[in-house]
């Protein structure tokens, strides 16, 4: 099989083609690092690639196959986790020089359990550090760009494994999702994120960004792909107590049981805001066509408090986040900038080591939590959230979905809204839903955007909302969308469009 | 006014360390001994990714406290994060219980202590919680530079917070030696003040006799031993009349303890105070103790020092004794098997306390590793009620089979004060019939004595007796003795 063959393969099919021996492990993983040399130059979704590791670990599968060893759900499939991710022996800094050097001495549960499975872990991919971001501009590092056009951002937090997974660099990514981190980057490269429901996959060795939101999950070419990374990393995990400790069925399957019958909600008020991009709406509306012609029915849903998600949302995840993030005080691991004084010394290292957009939502935290504002902020948005997370499961009384776009523009260019971080917080309206109520939601590919004059034709996604560890339905009726469909088959240029062949007029790109 | 007219108020912070394999919150092994910096892991480093989970066996030593306290176990309880800034704190925040402490309410007894109806004192509980021990900072002497231990970090601690209700530094002294005896009674804590397992903060004010409303307070931090404790109150309590006396107010200040001086210094005042940003702890669900698992820690309960004392001063032992051996629960067990090896109460606790406690004590011995083991002691008084041995003579006895069985060491065949008895003749001999025999013998070898008794001098009657110890050995039970002196010597020739 040719390297362009390999990589355009599904995880499963690869998997499968290592365990029956018509591929090697090692075949795979050149045609995936192939891949990715023509492609870094340009997008820049890794932010350390572990060939050494990688080369190893394909080795080891080979030798396993070789020996008769039985071998596991993901054997030889290369995947590469977002740098949020503990990985014992390999530098992991979610994105922030604060972590600068730090090598994991322990294994996290997500690396544990993908390695277990036969895995080949291609590298650490880049994010918005601490994974605060919707567009993977807030980094010391390299941005990373958008396969379909390097002009435009790839979404964040999870922007490295949205764009390596589109671009093919690896088979499929591990992405955390505190506000839509997983589906909106997803959506903005044209690939299917599933943010499983709170406490269905370990957050142990999941670098914090705000505890109670945060979740890990895949990213795929594919529903099945994602269905199938989620059968390796969910089920109970005894170093997370948070961990739901609930028995995990068969994600595969329920990817086969169709839509028939699915009463899919739509949450009409949402649709009419002003900030929604014609384009989104489009192909959100076929989306939902799509469905019902599978044998699912729409029916309108009321979410009274949706208005409120957006403020109640930033003032939790600032104040879990300032607290998750006052251990980077550069005396144990990572960076330190040693001054004379402890305190002087605390604070060099965090002035030095964390970026602007962290600072910002540090102090943002750390105001709320203040004893004379926490009640008029902190305990506000708790109260706020339940009546949130009510909404929701009123409106599941009256329906098995909830459909709704993930972002409200098909993109963004680099850029444009780099100096508005209020305006990317508002783009997150559609998709922190799901983190304040702990539900099961995907962004699955839904089209492109029409090109014009001022954007390049861009992947738009559709989100599917299930309630909490209602995963087999979510899957049901994302795979039924995607038989139907030939989006996810969509690829992004190859080779790459240079970054820098001319520059976009940001005023076209939309949404307010 | 005079030192007279006021009066202290005093409430206690007591931080407790739980006696567990591990960490309240992971799986490293806790210890008091290791050197620094070895019993640590991933998370009590606090490295990126780690997430806390709980320690049922900590949780259920909490139980059993909040049991023996009489507190209100609350169903569901919840974790907060405190924040601060320091390097002993490796996560920049200590996981806490604060405002939704699994235990409230319930008091503690304080023996020797009389509440204003003079019913025994009984200190009143605000909370129980459950925390996260911090490490330890090392100054090094002349260096530019401190160390951190982590090895204490993430230990599991209780902390125990009274109401303030306590009258004098001597009571607050008493209060944490109960609740020191209970943890160790309960086994949950080595409660060690010198190792840090035990802690103490004291809030202290005073007021106008008479006064119901609470005057303003000061904390005083780390007083680690009882000594201290007492005395630093009693120097705050002094500071604090001082002040109003010369028309100063009290500022709330938190300070700490010069033992050289003998005076309390402030440390920081009520402006510097930290806010610690209390936060829901979200790394933790809500801590769920059911009644089945309170139900089990009940059943498991031992017996606890309040009803000990109580069951020991209503079989006739003293208030003094009462404390003492129910101080410890080694001591209490002992004396429990004891009276169930048969002893009466009260002959028991002299015995314990005088004279075993009293070679124990010289010895430097546990009472756990006594040589005499209770049942022994019970066969000993036993046979002293049943005048088989004189009371001398029972001394002799215990101190022969404490000596040799500590020498033995437990080696030599079964001795037994009976067997002791035997050997060494000490058994008494209180029939009648062969102590008569000696009697006349003694009367028919005196005439003349005997003649001086009968003309009135009486005194001449101890005489007798030390001739027929002499003949006996010793032996002859004196009641016995003293009874046959008078009828013979009563009767005419």
């Given at each position: 099989?040719?390297?362009?063959?390999?990589?355009?393969?599904?995880?499963?099919?690869?998997?499968?083609?290592?365990?029956?021996?018509?591929?090697?492990?090692?075949?795979?993983?050149e045609?995936?690092?192939?891949?990715?040399?023509?492609?870094?130059?340009?997008?820049?979704a890794y932010?350390?690639?572990?060939?050494d590791?990688?080369?190893?670990a394909?080795?080891?599968?080979?030798?396993?196959?070789?020996?008769?060893?039985?071998?596991?759900?993901?054997?030889g499939?290369?995947?590469?986790?977002?740098?949020?991710?503990?990985?014992?022996?390999?530098?992991?800094?979610?994105?922030?020089r604060?972590?600068?050097?730090?090598?994991?001495?322990?294994?996290?549960t997500?690396?544990?359990r993908?390695?277990?499975?036969?895995?080949?872990i291609?590298?650490?991919?880049?994010?918005?550090?601490?994974a605060?971001?919707?567009?993977n501009?807030?980094t010391?590092?390299?941005?990373?760009?958008?396969p379909?056009?390097?002009?435009?951002?790839?979404?964040?937090s999870?922007?490295g494994?949205?764009?390596?997974?589109?671009?093919?660099s690896?088979?499929?990514?591990?992405?955390?999702?505190?506000?839509?981190?997983?589906?909106?980057?997803?959506?903005?490269?044209?690939?299917?994120?599933?943010?499983?429901?709170?406490?269905?996959?370990s957050?142990?060795?999941?670098?914090?960004?705000?505890?109670?939101?945060?979740?890990?999950?895949?990213?795929?070419?594919?529903?099945?792909?994602?269905?199938?990374?989620?059968?390796?990393?969910?089920g109970?995990?005894?170093?997370?107590?948070?961990?739901?400790?609930?028995?995990?069925?068969?994600?595969?399957?329920?990817?086969?049981?169709?839509a028939?019958?699915?009463?899919?909600?739509?949450?009409?008020?949402?649709?009419a805001?002003?900030?929604?991009?014609?384009?989104?709406?489009?192909?959100?509306?076929?989306?939902?066509?799509?469905?019902?012609?599978?044998?699912?029915t729409?029916?309108?849903?009321?979410?009274p408090?949706?208005?409120?998600a957006?403020?109640?949302?930033?003032?939790l995840?600032?104040?879990?986040?300032?607290?998750?993030?006052?251990?980077?005080?550069?005396?144990?691991?990572?960076?330190?900038?040693?001054?004379?004084?402890?305190?002087?010394?605390?604070?060099?290292?965090?002035?030095?080591?964390?970026?602007?957009?962290v600072?910002?939502?540090?102090?943002?935290?750390?105001?709320?939590?203040?004893k004379?504002?926490?009640?008029?902020?902190?305990g506000?948005?708790?109260?706020?959230?339940?009546?949130?997370?009510?909404?929701y499961?009123?409106?599941?009384?009256?329906?098995?979905?909830?459909?709704s776009?993930?972002?409200?523009?098909?993109?963004?260019?680099?850029?444009?809204?780099?100096?508005?971080?209020?305006?990317?917080?508002?783009?997150?309206?559609?998709?922190?839903?799901a983190?304040?109520?702990?539900?099961?939601?995907?962004?699955i590919?839904?089209?492109l955007?029409?090109?014009?004059?001022?954007r390049?034709?861009?992947?738009?996604?559709?989100?599917l909302m299930?309630?909490?560890?209602?995963?087999?339905?979510l899957?049901?009726a994302?795979?039924?969308?995607?038989?139907?469909?030939d989006?996810?088959?969509?690829?992004p240029p190859?080779?790459?469009?240079?970054?820098?062949?001319?520059?976009?007029?940001?005023?076209a790109?939309?949404?307010? | 006014?005079s030192?007279?007219?006021?009066?202290?108020?005093?409430?206690?912070e007591?931080?407790?360390?739980?006696?567990?394999?591990?960490?309240?919150?992971?799986?490293?092994?806790?210890?008091l001994?290791a050197?620094?910096?070895?019993?640590?892991?991933a998370?009590?480093?606090?490295?990126p990714?780690?997430?806390?989970?709980?320690?049922?066996?900590?949780?259920?030593?909490?139980?059993a406290?909040?049991?023996?306290?009489?507190?209100q176990?609350?169903?569901?309880?919840?974790?907060?994060?405190?924040?601060?800034?320091?390097p002993?704190?490796?996560?920049?925040?200590?996981?806490?219980?604060?405002?939704?402490?699994?235990?409230?309410?319930?008091?503690?007894?304080?023996?020797?202590?009389?509440?204003?109806?003079?019913?025994?004192?009984?200190?009143?509980?605000?909370?129980?919680?459950?925390?996260?021990?911090?490490?330890?900072?090392?100054?090094v002497?002349?260096?530019d530079?401190?160390?951190?231990?982590?090895?204490?970090?993430?230990?599991?601690?209780?902390?125990?917070?009274?109401?303030?209700?306590?009258?004098?530094?001597e009571e607050?002294?008493?209060?944490?030696?109960?609740?020191?005896?209970?943890?160790?009674?309960?086994?949950?804590?080595?409660?060690?003040?010198?190792?840090?397992?035990?802690?103490?903060?004291?809030?202290?004010?005073?007021?106008?006799?008479?006064?119901?409303?609470?005057?303003?307070?000061?904390?005083?931090?780390?007083l680690?031993?009882?000594r201290?404790?007492?005395?630093?109150?009693?120097?705050e309590?002094?500071?604090?009349?001082?002040?109003?006396?010369?028309?100063?107010?009290?500022?709330?200040?938190?300070?700490?303890?010069?033992?050289?001086?003998?005076?309390t210094?402030?440390?920081?005042?009520k402006?510097?105070?930290?806010?610690?940003?209390?936060?829901?702890?979200?790394?933790?669900?809500?801590?769920?103790?059911?009644?089945?698992?309170?139900?089990?820690?009940?059943?498991?309960?031992?017996?606890l020092?309040?009803?000990?004392r109580?069951g020991?001063?209503?079989?006739?032992?003293?208030?003094?004794?009462?404390?003492l051996?129910?101080?410890?629960?080694?001591?209490?067990?002992?004396?429990?098997?004891?009276?169930?090896?048969?002893?009466?109460?009260?002959?028991?606790?002299?015995?314990?306390?005088?004279?075993?406690?009293?070679?124990?004590?010289?010895d430097?011995?546990?009472i756990?590793?006594?040589?005499?083991?209770?049942?022994?002691?019970?066969?000993?008084?036993?046979?002293?009620?049943?005048?088989?041995?004189?009371g001398?003579?029972?001394?002799?006895?215990?101190?022969?089979?404490?000596?040799?069985?500590?020498?033995?060491?437990g080696?030599?065949?079964?001795?037994?004060?009976?067997?002791i008895a035997?050997?060494?003749?000490?058994?008494?001999?209180?029939?009648?019939?062969?102590?008569?025999a000696?009697?006349?013998?003694?009367?028919?070898?005196?005439?003349e004595?005997?003649?001086?008794?009968?003309?009135?001098?009486?005194?001449?009657?101890?005489?007798?007796?030390?001739?027929?110890?002499?003949?006996?050995?010793?032996?002859?039970?004196?009641?016995?003795?003293?009874?046959?002196?008078?009828?013979?010597l009563?009767?005419?020739?």
């Amino acid at each position: 099989m040719t390297p362009n063959r390999i990589i355009e393969l599904s995880a499963r099919a690869i998997a499968r083609h290592v365990r029956e021996g018509s591929l090697r492990a090692t075949e795979v993983l050149e045609a995936f690092e192939a891949r990715a040399d023509a492609t870094e130059p340009v997008l820049h979704a890794y932010l350390l690639r572990a060939r050494d590791e990688a080369r190893t670990a394909a080795e080891a599968i080979d030798g396993a196959r070789a020996a008769g060893h039985p071998l596991g759900a993901l054997a030889g499939v290369p995947i590469g986790l977002k740098d949020l991710f503990v990985i014992e022996g390999m530098h992991t800094r979610a994105g922030s020089r604060i972590l600068e050097g730090w090598i994991p001495p322990y294994q996290g549960t997500h690396a544990a359990r993908l390695l277990g499975a036969g895995a080949v872990i291609t590298g650490k991919l880049a994010m918005d550090e601490f994974a605060m971001g919707s567009s993977n501009e807030n980094t010391p590092y390299e941005p990373v760009r958008n396969p379909w056009d390097p002009r435009y951002v790839p979404g964040g937090s999870s922007g490295g494994s949205a764009a390596a997974v589109a671009a093919g660099s690896c088979a499929a990514a591990l992405g955390s999702d505190t506000g839509g981190s997983i589906r909106q980057p997803a959506s903005l490269c044209g690939v299917v994120g599933l943010k499983p429901s709170y406490g269905r996959v370990s957050r142990h060795g999941m670098i914090a960004f705000a505890s109670s939101l945060d979740q890990a999950g895949p990213i795929a070419r594919d529903v099945r792909d994602a269905a199938a990374l989620l059968q390796v990393l969910a089920g109970p995990d005894p170093l997370d107590a948070t961990c739901v400790d609930a028995p995990v069925p068969d994600y595969l399957a329920s990817c086969d049981r169709g839509a028939a019958g699915l009463r899919v909600g739509v949450h009409r008020e949402a649709l009419a805001s002003e900030g929604l991009d014609p384009e989104v709406a489009k192909a959100f509306e076929h989306a939902l066509a799509v469905l019902q012609d599978a044998g699912a029915t729409l029916v309108d849903v009321e979410l009274p408090h949706a208005e409120h998600a957006i403020a109640t949302y930033y003032v939790l995840c600032t104040a879990e986040a300032a607290s998750n993030l006052a251990r980077y005080d550069g005396l144990r691991y990572g960076a330190r900038i040693a001054r004379a004084s402890l305190r002087e010394t605390y604070e060099a290292t965090r002035e030095a080591g964390f970026s602007a957009e962290v600072k910002r939502r540090i102090l943002l935290g750390t105001f709320v939590l203040r004893k004379d504002s926490y009640a008029a902020y902190y305990g506000q948005a708790q109260k706020v959230r339940r009546l949130i997370a009510r909404d929701y499961a009123r409106a599941f009384e009256g329906c098995d979905l909830i459909a709704s776009p993930v972002s409200p523009v098909p993109g963004f260019a680099v850029g444009e809204r780099s100096h508005d971080p209020l305006t990317m917080y508002l783009s997150d309206v559609f998709t922190i839903g799901a983190n304040l109520a702990g539900l099961a939601a995907i962004s699955i590919p839904a089209g492109l955007s029409a090109a014009t004059s001022g954007r390049p034709a861009l992947p738009i996604g559709v989100q599917l909302m299930a309630p909490a560890l209602q995963e087999p339905t979510l899957l049901a009726a994302a795979a039924a969308h995607e038989d139907a469909t030939d989006h996810h088959r969509l690829r992004p240029p190859d080779p790459p469009r240079s970054a820098t062949a001319s520059e976009p007029d940001p005023g076209a790109g939309g949404a307010s | 006014m005079s030192v007279a007219d006021y009066e202290p108020v005093i409430g206690l912070e007591v931080h407790c360390q739980l006696e567990t394999a591990s960490k309240m919150f992971s799986a490293c092994p806790v210890g008091l001994l290791a050197p620094p910096n070895t019993l640590v892991d991933a998370y009590t480093l606090g490295l990126p990714g780690t997430l806390p989970v709980p320690n049922a066996r900590a949780v259920h030593h909490g139980i059993a406290l909040a049991l023996a306290c009489g507190c209100q176990l609350h169903e569901r309880s919840r974790f907060a994060r405190k924040h601060y800034f320091y390097p002993d704190l490796p996560k920049g925040y200590q996981i806490t219980q604060a405002h939704e402490p699994y235990a409230t309410g319930g008091s503690l007894e304080v023996p020797g202590f009389r509440d204003a109806e003079g019913r025994p004192k009984r200190v009143p509980l605000v909370r129980i919680h459950f925390e996260e021990d911090a490490g330890k900072n090392v100054h090094v002497p002349g260096e530019d530079h401190s160390l951190i231990d982590y090895g204490r970090a993430g230990a599991p601690l209780l902390e125990i917070v009274s109401e303030p209700t306590i009258g004098s530094p001597e009571e607050a002294a008493a209060y944490l030696r109960e609740l020191r005896t209970l943890v160790r009674t309960l086994g949950i804590s080595q409660a060690n003040m010198e190792e840090g397992t035990l802690r103490c903060d004291a809030n202290v004010s005073v007021r106008r006799r008479g006064s119901t409303a609470l005057g303003v307070r000061c904390e005083i931090k780390n007083l680690n031993s009882f000594r201290f404790l007492a005395q630093a109150i009693a120097a705050e309590i002094r500071r604090q009349i001082d002040l109003l006396e010369q028309g100063q107010v009290i500022e709330s200040v938190t300070l700490s303890y010069d033992v050289e001086r003998d005076r309390t210094r402030v440390m920081r005042s009520k402006e510097d105070a930290a806010d610690y940003r209390y936060l829901p702890e979200p790394d933790l669900p809500p801590l769920w103790i059911s009644s089945e698992w309170i139900d089990r820690v009940r059943s498991e309960l031992p017996p606890l020092p309040a009803a000990r004392r109580a069951g020991y001063l209503a079989q006739g032992i003293s208030e003094d004794d009462a404390v003492l051996l129910a101080s410890e629960p080694a001591l209490g067990d002992y004396l429990d098997r004891t009276l169930a090896a048969g002893a009466p109460a009260k002959k028991a606790s002299n015995w314990l306390t005088v004279e075993l406690l009293g070679k124990l004590n010289a010895d430097g011995i546990g009472i756990e590793r006594s040589p005499v083991t209770p049942e022994a002691l019970a066969e000993l008084i036993a046979m002293v009620e049943a005048d088989e041995v004189s009371g001398r003579a029972a001394k002799a006895i215990f101190a022969s089979l404490y000596g040799e069985l500590r020498e033995s060491e437990g080696s030599t065949p079964p001795l037994t004060p009976r067997t002791i008895a035997e050997r060494d003749g000490h058994r008494q001999v209180s029939d009648a019939g062969v102590l008569e025999a000696a009697v006349r013998e003694v009367l028919a070898g005196h005439p003349e004595q005997v003649q001086q008794f009968r003309a009135g001098k009486t005194k001449v009657r101890g005489f007798f007796v030390g001739q027929v110890m002499k003949k006996t050995r010793g032996q002859a039970n004196p009641q016995v003795l003293g009874e046959l002196l008078d009828r013979l010597l009563g009767e005419d020739d």
